[in-house]
């Protein structure tokens, strides 16, 4: 079967950092990618791994470890802007599995 | 660059009728999906294209959902008859690549309200 996990909310304050973690079990494995949703609008694609270990892009970075089933997000001097919903998704054949996303809330 | 054009943003509807989502995609794309996303959780692939032909449909409820993409550009998404449990944000994405190494754009959806 195919099974994604994720928090459902995070709350964190301006300028900390937070950590978000996604396990799955799916049947085939393309890679892990991590998708960024402001309410009301479109995911935006944030990381793609595919390779055990850490991807860093700017103040965001992702993990990844394939033997656990696991991955998560890092993200770093956080802003309030970046209070969104984060979508852990899988690649698996030709399609996209996406969890059910947590919504992580940051204030001042 | 022009992103993935959706119309409409907003259809409210009763049980049973019939709606049509339509889908522009980013130039050059031949890669197409439809998901549905439902209040709360995360988008559920309906069918994906590959130009004009479909490449997953598995998880598409045939007897009342059916899309099509002629030419290998616009795509629409039709609902006929719509249930109360259709209600959900309709996301329309396309990719260069096929399968899932490549990132996927997706448009601003299609918020579907059945009442």
């Known amino acids: 079967g195919q099974n994604i996990d994720q928090p459902t909310e995070m709350t964190a304050t301006e300028g900390a950092i937070v950590q978000i973690n996604c396990t799955y079990q799916t049947s085939g494995f393309n890679g892990l990618f991590w998708y960024q949703q402001h309410a009301g609008e479109a995911p935006t694609f944030l990381s793609y791994?595919?390779?055990?270990g850490l991807e860093e892009k700017g103040r965001f970075s992702s993990f990844l470890s394939r033997s656990k089933g696991y991955s998560y997000l890092l993200l770093k001097e956080l802003q309030m802007k970046d209070s969104a919903s984060y979508l852990c998704?899988?690649?698996?054949?030709?399609?996209?599995?996406f969890g059910k996303g947590t919504t992580l809330s940051v204030s001042s | 660059e022009a992103g993935v054009a959706q119309s409409p943003r907003y259809k409210i509807i009763e049980k049973r009728q019939s709606v049509a989502f339509w889908c522009n995609p980013i130039s050059g794309h031949a890669t197409l999906y439809w998901y549905q996303q439902i209040l709360g959780q995360g988008p559920k692939l309906l069918i994906q294209f590959q130009n004009n032909g479909v490449v997953d449909d598995s998880q598409l409820p045939k007897d009342r959902f059916s899309a099509e993409r002629l030419k290998g550009v616009d795509s629409t998404l039709k609902i006929q008859p719509a249930k109360l449990e259709d209600s959900a944000v309709y996301l329309c994405?396309?990719?260069?690549?096929?399968?899932?190494?490549?990132?996927?754009?997706f448009g601003p959806g299609t918020r579907l309200t059945v009442t």
């Open positions: 994405a396309s990719s260069l690549d096929v399968g899932t190494k490549g990132e996927q754009y």
């Open positions: 791994n595919v390779l055990d």
């Open positions: 998704a899988v690649g698996a054949g030709t399609a996209l599995i």
